[in-house]
């Protein structure tokens, strides 16, 4: 007789409640599902790592998020695409609420981008979709990502670290124009996307 069961957890179940041997059962199931799609994220983040070269941000480098626009690297005259002498680009931008400054920035194809962030207020975020580039802003801090885009385009970058009540309306553009078309823009040009 069930009812003679010493093992309150071994007598027959009224209809709808599950048995202790089947929930032990779905638990290991859910357990090991659960512990290979660690196995699954930790082999993507490897794999993505070694062959397309996504790797978390790891320059630590510090700067004063209040004096931002009384001069030094962050200053305005120095936001935007800047040209390296060896022909690389470095594109430097301000996160703020609600904004990317400037809010668009061109860089040339197949050229090796250096993009340089910092914030000037609280945290946001940095992304360009299909793209190794995705980086947290944090004030006080300077974000690097160096990137290679192999084709032009247009790339919407949307702020993806929740920022306050405009952090939806935080899009900002990066456009990947040929390398000739590239020289032919004035400095003033490569962080504007005002239409010529
Ligand atoms: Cu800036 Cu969200």
Known sequence: MADTEQDPLLRPMPDGVVPAEEVARTEKHW??????????????MVLT???????????????????????????????????????????????????????????????????????????????????????????????EVRTRFSRPGVYRMPCNEFCGNGHHGMWSRVEVVSKADFRALAPTERSSCVQQ
């Open 31 to 44: 357990l090991t599902m659960m512990v290979a799609m660690l196995g699954g994220m930790m082999a993507v």
């Open 49 to 143: 790592g070694m062959t397309t070269g996504i790797h978390p941000p790891s320059n630590v480098e510090t700067i004063d998020p209040t004096t931002l626009h009384l001069g030094g690297e962050f200053a305005e005259s120095n936001l935007g695409t800047a040209q390296e002498p060896n022909g690389s680009l470095t594109a430097r931008l301000i996160a703020e609420q609600y904004a990317f400054v400037p809010e668009c920035v061109k860089v040339a194809v197949d050229t090796p981008v250096k993009f340089r962030l910092t914030s000037s207020d609280v945290v946001h975020g940095f992304l360009l979709p299909a793209t190794n580039v995705n980086t947290m802003v944090v004030p006080g801090f300077v974000s």
